[in-house]
Nanobody
Framework: QVQLVESGGDSVQAGGSLRLSCAAS????????MSWHHQAPGKGREWISG???????LYTDSVKGRFTISKDNAKNTLFLQMNGLKPEDTGMYFC?????????WGQGTQVTVSS
């Protein structure tokens, strides 16, 4: 059974940094594509970054140059380093992976950025 557990969310001031983690079980991260998604208050969930099984990395424009996705295959953990945080980065952050056509989500971690 695939399980994803996010952590690392917090309340920070604008310009601050956070590192989110996503601990995975039931998958082998070295052969899995993983992604991060952001859900702002009152809005839908949006993809912000992904890393495929070959290590190819993509970002949405709004986080390019500020966020860095990475993974530790030995620890089966996905990370999102978030620098230069802005108030519009506030919201829930979710990690996800798709296995055999089924997308699995974590429960999310809350990030609040104050101006």
């Amino acid at each position: 059974q695939v399980q994803l557990v996010e952590s690392g969310g917090d309340s920070v001031q604008a310009g601050g940094s956070l590192r989110l983690s996503c601990a995975a079980s039931g998958i082998t991260m070295s052969s899995a594509g993983m992604s991060w998604h952001h859900q702002a208050p009152g809005k839908g969930r949006e993809w912000i970054s992904g890393i495929d099984r070959l290590g190819t990395i993509l970002y949405t424009d709004s986080v390019k140059g500020r966020f860095t996705i990475s993974k530790d295959n030995a620890k089966n953990t996905l990370f999102l380093q978030m620098n230069g945080l802005k108030p519009e980065d506030t919201g829930m952050y979710f990690c996800a992976t798709t296995v055999s056509g089924v997308t699995y989500w974590g429960q999310g971690t809350q990030v609040t950025v104050s101006s």
